[in-house]
T-cell receptor, first 112, second 115 residues
Framework: RKEVEQDPGPFNVPEGATVAFNCTYS??????FFWYRQDCRKEPKLLMS?????NEDGRFTAQLNRASQYISLLIRDSKLSDSATYLC?????????????WGLGTSLAVNP | NAGVTQTPKFRVLKTGQSMTLLCAQD?????MYWYRQDPGMGLRLIHY???????AKGEVPDGYNVSRLKKQNFLLGLESAAPSQTSVYFC??????????????FGAGSRLTVL
């Protein structure tokens, strides 16, 4: 089993749609979780951290389920500009940032 | 405020040639990293540094060397390039403490092709 697994997609959705991505991780001791966004041929950029209680940033909502070892990202009212690859990132034991474990990403295409 | 700057952005090498990728950050970050990204493999850590004068191996260090002589610069060297090192290389930096240590700022990437 991969340490961090994501559905690669692509997810093709119309503008205005709601779309959700899941990410599962194998290390039950992982303490920190993030979603990064990577546009085509660009660098990854932090989208949001994922907190135990769940957190929201505008149209984006992140959830963490420690019991089932997965995190999710919900995007409401999708915009064309949301088209990108979304990378799930998990730290190893004790939140060691030097061993961030990156998923392969889920590709999203928002269509007009 | 430039953030993280990588040079060069593109380079084509012949097998056996050497080169150095330069990364510079102006955010006073303690930690710096070099990653490579390949299709189907995701981001893999090559080497990292937790401070000026210190470096450590990541998960795929073979064939690469690094140096961090100044806090703001992190150099990645390929002594004898191989086709397997064809990749996109990303430099990143972060604060060294607390929650900031887990938030990476990336450079725009360097595309390297080894023929």
């Amino acid at each position: 089993r991969k340490e961090v697994e994501q559905d690669p997609g692509p997810f093709n959705v119309p503008e205005g749609a709601t779309v959700a991505f899941n990410c599962t991780y194998s290390n039950s001791a992982s303490q920190s979780f993030f979603w990064y966004r990577q546009d085509c041929r660009k660098e990854p950029k932090l989208l949001m951290s994922v907190y135990s209680s769940g957190n929201e940033d505008g149209r984006f909502t992140a959830q963490l389920n420690r019991a089932s070892q997965y995190i999710s990202l919900l995007i409401r009212d999708s915009k064309l500009s949301d088209s990108a690859t979304y990378l799930c990132v998990v730290t190893d034991n004790a939140g060691n940032n030097r061993k961030l474990i990156w998923g392969l990403g889920t590709s999203l295409a928002v269509n007009p | 405020n430039a953030g993280v700057t990588q040079t060069p952005k593109f380079r084509v090498l012949k097998t056996g040639q050497s080169m150095t990728l330069l990364c510079a950050q102006d955010m006073n970050h303690e930690y710096m990293y070099w990653y490579r990204q390949d299709p189907g493999m995701g981001l893999r850590l090559i080497h990292y540094s937790v401070g000026e004068g210190t470096t450590a191996k990541g998960e795929v260090p073979d064939g690469y060397n690094v140096s961090r002589l100044k806090k703001q610069n992190f150099l990645l060297g390929l002594e004898s390039a191989a086709p397997s090192q064809t990749s996109v290389y990303f430099c990143a930096s972060s604060y060294g403490r607390s929650s900031g240590a887990n938030v990476l700022t990336f450079g725009a990437g360097s595309r390297l092709t080894v023929l």
